[in-house]
Each structure stands twice: as C-alpha cells, then as structure tokens.
C-alpha cells in the first residue's frame, strides 16, 4: 500500500473499457493507479501519461508492487491474468467474459473460486441503482412469487466488423449482460431456446454471428425468462426490465435525462433521447462496482459477481449459441 495509504493498482489494458476503469481509479480516494500494462507500448505511454503512472507491456512488471488489478486487456488474457493474481495473493477485478473458451473457463474453477483473494467479475449492471433497486424489491417479495421476467437491450449500432469477427458472437459479447441479469434474479436456470437473426448487418452474417437475437429461459421454479437484443436501436441505447410476479409488476424503462414531457402541435408525449451509449448509460454503475471492489479489499467479505457467476453466464452464452444454430432447446445443468 502507498504511504497515503491508498491501494496501489495496475490496470491491464488501454483500450475503451480501460479508459473508463482508469478515470475511475483515479478519481477513488482510496486507489493510486500506479502501472498500466498493453501489449501496445504506444497506449500503455499515452493512458499512463494522464495520470503519472507507469507504463509497461509487461504483465510480470505489473504485478509488482501492488495491491490490487482490473483486467481490461482482451478476453484471451484473462483466465491467465486472474491466475496470477490469485497465485501472488492480489485481488483481481476482471471484465467479463471470463474467456471465450468455455473448458479454459471450467479448468481454472477449482483454482480461482478456491482463492482467497477476492476475484470479481465486470458484471455491472448489478451495480446500477435502477436494476438493484428493482431487484432487491422482487427478493423482498413485493410482487409475490417471481413468474416472469423480460429483459430488453439494444445498442445503438452496431459494432465494427473487425470486432464482430473476434467478438465471440452476440451471446458471448453482448447477451452474456443479459444472462447474468437473470441470474441476478432467479439464480437456477434449467434450460435455454434462442433464436437469432441476420436483420441488417451483412458483415456479421459473414462472421457466422447474429445482429437480433431473442432467448427463452426457463428456470429450475418455472420462471419464465425472456431476453430481448438487437445489433442496432434507432433512438439510442435501450435497456428495459419487467418483472411479473403473482402479486404485481416491477418494470424499469430507459433511464432519461430530464422527466419533462413536452406536447404541442408537432406531437404529444415528447421525451428527451435516451443514452446514445453504454459509458454514459452505465456510467454510475462503473464507480459503483470499483467502489465494492475497494470494499472486499478492505474487508475481506465474499465479493459479487464471482468467478462462478462468471462461468455460469458463459454457460448460458454457449447454450444459447448450440440452440440458436441447431433451432432445438438446450437443458442446462442445475446452477
């Protein structure tokens, strides 16, 4: 720990997520960002000069003299990151997914849900005040029995093809949010149908993935849980929520900037646009999952999002991808 006795971070990766979890780092008032490794000398110098840290393409390097790291380097680093950080005791905060590859992922379990360093999961819409707050009134049972639950997201356009062909497909990259959502709300999820679609986007259909995708699931109590996405959203990025219970509703629609409703003779019903992107949409919900993560440091408490909601969530991403191409439903081992 530094001589303010603030915990000194390294953070893997410059890119876009990066540069959200840095701005973060620095802005805590517990955290030092104090090292920033990519396999790009050129990015690590230049996010790193920002903030007075040290930049490095050296994983090894990184991980000295810390306290604590955020992986935010590409997906096929980080199972081999959190490893290291497990082994040398340094709690690990790593986005999702876990790995593309779902037996790497099941491999390293008994290893990373065994450490007792806490390894947390980017998983952070759990974090947004809005999906919490629902949440937590469904578990304290304000709609009675949970029956049915609708979940919508839609981003605004979309992503490049050089990313697409990498991406691991939309129910890994984009889905696997929604996934562990469900998950937020009704754990036990038994079995997955998804069907997926080539709406508009040539080049995603060239790279074998879907742009539109809807997913049934059914979990272990008969909730029902149906999930919504689409590649591209002509008015912004949408994200919505309805749970259904046997006393009642809870539904969440897009967060807006302004509740002023405008009417006149050009239209009535007159809403400011919705978030054009998920950094500004989930903004809040990034400081508050560092902020837990500063706080399983702290006090050593289990930490949420975990490695095994990790791999559950890719679990669902692979059953949703076998169901959508073989158009059969996919049963899912009790989680």
Same mark, same amino acid.
């Given at each position: 720990?530094?001589?303010?006795?603030?915990?000194?971070?390294?953070?893997?990766?410059?890119?876009?997520?990066?540069?959200?979890?840095?701005?973060?780092?620095?802005?805590?008032? +517990?955290?030092?960002?104090?090292?920033?490794?990519?396999? +790009?000398?050129?990015?690590?110098?230049?996010?790193?000069?920002?903030?007075?840290?040290?930049?490095?393409?050296?994983?090894?390097?990184? !991980?000295?003299?810390?306290?604590?790291?955020?992986?935010?380097?590409?997906?096929?680093?980080?199972?081999?990151?959190?490893?290291?950080?497990?082994?040398?005791?340094?709690?690990?905060?790593?986005?999702?997914?876990?790995?593309?590859?779902?037996?790497?992922?099941?491999?390293?379990?008994?290893?990373?849900?065994?450490?007792?360093?806490?390894?947390?999961?980017?998983?952070?819409?759990?974090?947004?005040?809005?999906?919490?707050?629902?949440?937590?009134?469904?578990?304290?049972?304000?709609?009675?029995?949970?029956?049915?639950?609708?979940?919508?997201?839609?981003?605004?356009?979309?992503?490049?093809?050089?990313?697409?062909?990498?991406?691991?497909?939309?129910?890994?990259?984009?889905?696997?949010?929604?996934?562990?959502?469900?998950?937020?709300?009704?754990?036990?999820?038994?079995?997955?149908?998804?069907?997926?679609?080539?709406?508009?986007?040539?080049?995603?259909?060239?790279?074998?993935?879907?742009?539109?995708?809807?997913?049934?699931?059914?979990?272990?109590?008969?909730?029902?849980?149906?999930?919504?996405?689409?590649?591209?959203?002509?008015?912004?990025?949408?994200?919505?929520?309805?749970? !259904?219970?046997?006393?009642?509703?809870?539904?969440?629609?897009?967060?807006?900037?302004?509740?002023?409703?405008?009417?006149?003779?050009?239209?009535?019903?007159?809403?400011?646009?919705?978030?054009?992107? !998920?950094?500004?949409?989930?903004?809040?919900?990034?400081?508050?999952?560092?902020?837990?993560?500063?706080?399983?440091?702290?006090?050593?408490?289990?930490?949420?999002?975990?490695?095994?909601?990790?791999?559950?969530?890719?679990?669902?991403?692979?059953?949703?991808?076998?169901?959508?191409?073989?158009?059969?439903?996919?049963?899912?081992?009790?989680?």
């Amino acid at each position: 720990m530094s001589d303010d006795s603030r915990f000194r971070v390294a953070l893997f990766g410059a890119g876009r997520i990066g540069l959200i979890h840095a701005d973060n780092i620095a802005r805590h008032p +517990r955290l030092e960002l104090t090292v920033v490794c990519s396999s +790009r000398i050129e990015s690590a110098d230049r996010l790193a000069g920002r903030y007075g840290s040290v930049p490095t393409i050296d994983a090894d390097r990184a !991980f000295v003299e810390v306290d604590a790291v955020v992986i935010a380097s590409p997906n096929s680093t980080h199972i081999d990151l959190m490893t290291q950080a497990a082994r040398r005791g340094i709690p690990a905060l790593c986005e999702k997914p876990l790995d593309l590859d779902l037996s790497r992922v099941r491999a390293s379990a008994a290893e990373l849900m065994d450490s007792p360093s806490p390894l947390m999961v980017g998983f952070n819409r759990r974090f947004d005040a809005n999906f919490a707050a629902l949440r937590n009134r469904v578990t304290d049972g304000e709609i009675g029995r949970l029956e049915q639950l609708t979940i919508i997201s839609r981003d605004p356009a979309p992503s490049p093809e050089e990313y697409v062909r990498t991406s691991g497909g939309i129910f890994c990259d984009m889905t696997i949010h929604d996934f562990d959502m469900a998950r937020f709300f009704a754990p036990d999820l038994v079995e997955v149908h998804a069907y997926g679609a080539n709406a508009f986007s040539d080049y995603t259909k060239d790279a074998g993935d879907f742009d539109s995708a809807v997913v049934t699931i059914r979990g272990s109590n008969d909730e029902l849980i149906t999930i919504v996405n689409s590649r591209h959203c002509a008015y912004g990025y949408e994200q919505r929520l309805e749970a !259904f219970g046997s006393d009642g509703m809870l539904n969440m629609g897009d967060v807006l900037p302004t509740t002023i409703c405008k009417s006149s003779g050009q239209g009535t019903g007159q809403r400011a646009p919705i978030s054009t992107s !998920f950094l500004d949409r989930y903004s809040d919900a990034y400081v508050a999952e560092l902020d837990a993560f500063v706080t399983a440091i702290e006090t050593k408490a289990p930490v949420g999002p975990d490695y095994l909601d990790g791999l559950r969530a890719l679990e669902l991403a692979y059953a949703a991808t076998e169901s959508a191409q073989t158009r059969r439903s996919v049963q899912l081992s009790s989680s």
